[in-house]
C-alpha cells in the first residue's frame, strides 16, 4: 500500500494492509491500531466496515498510507487523529498537549464517588492539559461550576476548545498553578483534581518512542518525580473548604509518598485507590 496506488481495496483488505505496515515498522498493537485507522477513515465502527464488501475510495487508501508512514515514525495515533475519547467524549488532542489515557479515567471516578449526593461542587482541575478530566467532572457531578488551569499556551488552546464543546460551566485559565497568587484567586474549594508531570529523570530517559512526541513539561515531575505533588499540596491546601478534597493521579509506585506529603500538609482522611490493572493510581485527602 502507497499513495498513488490504483488497486482497489474493501475494509477488510485494507485492514490487513495497514496491520502489515503497522507490524513491519515496529508498532507492538498492530492489529489494534489497524482497527482503530480503519474506523478513522471511513467514519463506521470496525464490525460494521468489516461487513462492507464495497471498493474503497483512492482517496481512503491514499489517506491510509499516509497515516501509517506518519504512525510507524512514531507519532503517536491521536496526534494523527487530531482527536481521542476519554470517559465517553471526544476530545481534540495534538501536538504540545499531554493524550488522555484510560489510567486517569479512575480519577473521574473518584471525583464522581466522593461528590455523589451533593447538589453543587466548586471545583478547581490543576495541570488540565485537554480538560479531559475537568470535562468528564463537570458532566457527571451535580452542580459543578470552576476553574481548569493549564500554564502551557499550546496545550490551553485545546483546553479552551474543548471545555467550550463539552463544559461550558468550567473556565479555562491560562496560568501556572505553581504560584501561590494563583491560588489565592481561589477559596473555599470543595474538590480539586490533578493529574501532574510524575515520570521522574530515569523514566525520562526511558520514555517509549510515540511518548517522546509529547511535550515535557507534561511528564516530568522532577528528579524523583514528587516535585508537582510538593507544591502544588503545599499552595493550594488553603484554597479549600473544610472538607475540601484534594484527589490526585500518581504514578506507579509513588502512592505512599504522595499520601505522606499530605500528611505532612495536616490532611486527614487519606487513602489510595487502584486502577484495573491494581495499580495504586489515584491518592487523596481531605482538608482538616
Excluded at 208 to 214: L, R
Aim: charge should be negative.
Amino acid at each position: 500500500m502507497t499513495a498513488g496506488n490504483e488497486k482497489s481495496m474493501n475494509a477488510r483488505s485494507l485492514f490487513r494492509e495497514i496491520r502489515k505496515k503497522l507490524e513491519e515498522g515496529g508498532i507492538e498493537n498492530a492489529c489494534g491500531e489497524a482497527g482503530f485507522i480503519i474506523e478513522y477513515l471511513t467514519g463506521r465502527s470496525y464490525p460494521s466496515a468489516m461487513l462492507d464488501d464495497s471498493l474503497l475510495s483512492k482517496k481512503i487508501t491514499d489517506s491510509a498510507a499516509d497515516i501509517c508512514k506518519r504512525r510507524t515514525s512514531g507519532e503517536p495515533l491521536q496526534y494523527i487523529f487530531g482527536e481521542w475519547d476519554f470517559y465517553g467524549m471526544t476530545f481534540k488532542v495534538g501536538k504540545g498537549v499531554l493524550i488522555p489515557r484510560a489510567d486517569t479515567e479512575l480519577l473521574v471516578e473518584e471525583a464522581i464517588r466522593l461528590r455523589d449526593g451533593f447538589d453543587n461542587t466548586k471545583y478547581v482541575d490543576l495541570c488540565s492539559g485537554s480538560g479531559c478530566v475537568a470535562a468528564a467532572v463537570a458532566k457527571y457531578v451535580k452542580g459543578v461550576h470552576g476553574a481548569a488551569i493549564e500554564k502551557s499556551t499550546e496545550a490551553f488552546r485545546y483546553l479552551k476548545e474543548n471545555l467550550s464543546r463539552l463544559a461550558s460551566e468550567i473556565e479555562p485559565c491560562c496560568i501556572d498553578a505553581l504560584l501561590a497568587e494563583t491560588a489565592k484567586k481561589y477559596t473555599e474549594l470543595d474538590l480539586i483534581t490533578a493529574n501532574p508531570p510524575y515520570l521522574t529523570a530515569d523514566d525520562m530517559h526511558r520514555l517509549q518512542k510515540e511518548v517522546t512526541f509529547e511535550p515535557s513539561s507534561a511528564l516530568f515531575g522532577g528528579d524523583d518525580g514528587l516535585m508537582f505533588y510538593r507544591e502544588l499540596t503545599h499552595i493550594w491546601k488553603s484554597s479549600l473548604k473544610s472538607g475540601g478534597i484534594l484527589l490526585f493521579e500518581v504514578g506507579m509506585g509513588q502512592h505512599e509518598a504522595v499520601m505522606e506529603i499530605l500528611r505532612e500538609n495536616d490532611f486527614c482522611s487519606i487513602s489510595c485507590k487502584c486502577d484495573l490493572a491494581g495499580i495504586e493510581r489515584a491518592v487523596m485527602g481531605k482538608r482538616i
